[in-house]
């Protein structure tokens, strides 16, 4: 197999043959008959001329003598050309043998050419109207070149073909930069899906290309490798928190249940009740992972219906009311008056939303905190805002908080959880065509924004 670079150079040096030589036949072709015009041009005004030094010569001399018009024989030998002036009866004056001429242009291949073959053109000398002779004027070619017409000719034949093999060259060094430059970052993409599917995810690709399209592939791949590689560790993680999920339960059984045989500890009804607690926590973290499941495998079915979003979490806030005021917490609404906050969704999935963020506000919020639900409309979407000022959640945190089983630092080894509330708060979002953000400084405080269209 080719490479991509010698494959593109070979096509972009093919191309440039092709073009700069049909470039040069067709200069070449249009130049020689400009010429060849130029030439015949030039011979026909020698034949007016000649005709015309021996009309004046005629009407000086008023007859034809033996040396009338001699001066133009040395001319006509060197320019390769037979006179042969005749008087009005077409008989010979005087006359240039073609032999002469012959021999002389067989020093100069290029002059004979067309297979050599002597032609005459006749042409009349008139006075006053009259006839009064005739010249001959013959030449080996039909048209004549002189030796410097001959290099005139060689010399742009030769620009016409050293401008063609310089463009190639030019042409040729140009294929192989842009080849290098087409190549170069593809070859990097293609290097790079080759560890992705390795399964090294640590790659990246960072040979930039001014190319638009070449320079969105490679940041695309990268942007994928980028996914590849958050998806791999959240895998990772899933595994590791499950498993953590699950032992945590299980050691407290197992460290109980031996206590218990060993006669350390007595099977109490409250200790019993303790061991019960431990199992239900870990049924409740296999229903969290069914609910996830269902709500994964998209078979989820939603019953629209329309819902009244004021009322549902004004509703909400009263049932969490004596929750937060135990725990010194402010829990209260503003929504933004004299508007509809009426959809079409599904009642119960919404509500579960309200409830996982208002329950997680009131979880991760210390005494003498606030929890604020504020709704407000933008054109025809309706947003709704669930701002605490409790521990917040740390910046590397912020991109995961909304995956499957994972929790923040602090929730894993100090407030309940179980990790899923906001991945099920995303699904049930998503599926309402809605989104959801979420703004957060440690320390500070979170809030998470919902924007649902009716
Ligand atoms: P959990 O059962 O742990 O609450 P969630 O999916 O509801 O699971 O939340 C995931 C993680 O996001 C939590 O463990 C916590 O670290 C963080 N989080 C969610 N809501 C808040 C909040 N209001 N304040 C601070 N951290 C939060």
């Known amino acids: 197999m080719q490479s991509i670079r010698s494959k593109l150079s070979v096509l972009l040096i093919i191309c440039s043959i092709i073009a700069i030589t049909l470039i040069t036949v067709f200069v070449n072709i249009t130049v020689n008959s400009k010429f060849n015009e130029y030439m015949v041009d030039t011979q026909n005004k020698r034949y007016e001329r000649i005709v015309s030094i021996l009309q004046e010569i005629y009407k000086r001399d008023g007859k ?18 037979c006179l042969t002036l005749l008087d009005k ?23 004979v050419n067309e297979k050599g073959i002597y032609t005459s053109k006749r042409f009349e000398i008139k006075v006053n109207g009259e006839v009064v002779g005739y010249v001959d004027i013959g030449q080996y070619s039909s048209v004549l070149l002189s030796d410097e017409d001959v290099n005139f000719k060689l010399s742009i034949n030769k620009s016409i073909i050293t401008s063609g093999v310089i463009t190639l060259f030019i042409i040729i060094l140009i294929s192989l930069y842009f080849s290098k430059k087409f190549s170069i970052p ?66 407290v059984l197992q460290n109980n249940l031996e206590a218990i045989i060993d006669g350390l500890f007595p099977a109490s009804t409250e200790r019993l009740n303790y061991l019960n607690e431990e199992v239900v926590r870990f049924g409740r973290l296999l229903n969290n992972l069914d609910v996830l499941k269902e ?22 806030c009263e049932e969490y009311y004596m929750t937060a005021k135990n725990k010194g917490i402010v829990l209260s609404y503003d929504f933004e008056p004299n508007q509809d906050y009426s959809l079409t969704g599904d009642k ?48 590397e945190d912020l991109p995961f908080i909304f995956e499957r089983l994972y929790r923040g630092d602090k929730s894993r080894h100090e407030i309940e959880g179980s990790g899923i509330g906001l991945t099920i708060v995303k699904n049930i979002i998503q599926l309402h065509s809605g989104s959801i953000d979420v703004e957060s400084k440690e320390g500070k405080g979170t809030k998470f924004k919902i924007t649902l269209n009716k």
């Open 348 to 395: 119960d999935k919404l509500k579960q939303v309200f409830i996982n963020l208002i329950s997680n506000a009131l979880k991760f919020t210390t005494c003498n905190g606030k929890v604020l639900i504020k709704m407000y409309k933008n054109n025809e979407n309706i947003i709704i805002e669930v701002e605490d000022n409790g521990i917040g959640i740390k910046e």
């Open 186 to 251: 593809i070859k990097d993409v293609a290097n790079l899906s080759v560890s992705l599917s390795k399964g090294n995810f640590n790659t990246k690709s960072s040979t930039k290309s001014n190319i638009e399209e070449l320079e969105n592939l490679r940041k695309s791949v990268n942007i994928l490798a980028e996914k590849l590689k958050y998806q791999d560790m959240l895998r990772k993680r899933l595994v590791s928190d499950i498993s953590h999920e699950i032992r945590a339960p299980l050691n």
């Open 64 to 81: 034809w003598t033996n040396d009338s018009g001699t001066e133009l024989l040395h001319e006509a030998y060197m320019g390769n050309y």
């Open 89 to 111: 009866n077409k008989k010979s004056i005087w006359g240039m043998d073609p032999n002469d001429i012959k021999d002389k242009q067989h020093l100069n291949t290029m002059v």
């Open 295 to 316: 709500f994964e495998a998209e078979s989820i079915k939603l019953n629209f219906g329309n819902v009244v979003l004021d009322e549902l979490i004004q509703g909400i």
